[in-house]
């Protein structure tokens, strides 16, 4: 089993829409979950970080956070079509572990 | 600015030949890593380092080597490069201590082995 799960996608939304990524972890030690926006060929980039069981809002971007059932997930509501970008979902052991990324579309 | 800086951002070599990447940050973090982007395979951990003269293997570390004589850089070494090293790196870097702290990362370098 993956230390970190996502489905590679790719997760296709029409404009405005809510776009909805999941991540699964193995280890129910970890602490702290990130979620990075990576567009081809580029760096990733942090987006939203919890630590906390919950929701934590941020502009457009909701991360959900479930500790008993060890996952995350990344809201994106009123996608845009600059939104479409590999996400990737890192999850914070005794070490920084990413996932494969959700490749998501976002189409006019 | 903060940011971690990254040279060359892309690299054609041959195999035998030693290269050097460089990372330098200027955020003073004390944490910084390199990890290597492949399809389907993701981000993995080559090396990392949680201070100046400490050093550690990640997942991948076989082929590479680094150093850290001074906080902010964190150069990657590859002294014998061999095509299955052909790859897209990363530098990262991040804080460390109470808290929880996201890397930030550098803009990449695109290594090809031929």
């Known amino acids: 089993q993956k230390e970190v799960e996502q489905n590679s996608g790719p997760l296709s939304v029409p404009e405005g829409a809510i776009a909805s990524l999941n991540c699964t972890y193995s280890?129910?030690?970890?602490?702290?979950f990130f979620w990075y926006r990576q567009y081809s060929g580029k760096s990733p980039e942090l987006i939203m970080s919890?630590?906390?069981?919950g929701d934590k809002e941020d502009g457009r971007f909701t991360a959900q956070l479930n500790k008993a059932s060890q996952y995350v997930s990344l809201l994106i509501r009123d996608s845009q079509p600059s939104d479409s970008a590999t996400y990737l979902c890192?999850?914070?052991?005794?070490?920084?572990?990413f996932g494969t990324g959700t490749r998501l579309q976002v189409f006019p | 600015e903060a940011q971690v800086t990254q040279n060359p951002r892309y690299l054609i070599t041959v195999t035998g030949k030693k290269l050097t990447v460089t990372c330098s940050q200027n955020?003073?973090?004390?944490?910084m890593s390199w990890y290597r982007q492949d399809p389907g395979l993701g981000l993995r951990q080559i090396y990392y380092?949680?201070?100046?003269?400490?050093?550690d293997k990640g997942d991948v570390p076989e082929g590479y080597k680094v150093s850290r004589k001074e906080k902010r850089n964190f150069p990657l070494i590859l002294e014998s490069p061999s095509p299955n090293q052909t790859s897209l790196y990363f530098c990262?870097?991040?804080?460390?201590?109470?808290?929880?702290?996201?890397?930030?990362f550098g803009s990449g370098t695109r290594l090809t082995v031929v």
């Open positions: 990262a870097s991040k804080r460390t201590g109470p808290g929880h702290y996201g890397y930030t």
């Open positions: 280890d129910r030690g970890s602490q702290s």
């Open positions: 919890i630590y906390s069981n």
């Open positions: 890192a999850v914070n052991t005794d070490k920084l572990i």
């Open positions: 955020m003073n973090h004390e944490y």
């Open positions: 380092s949680m201070n100046v003269e400490v050093t």
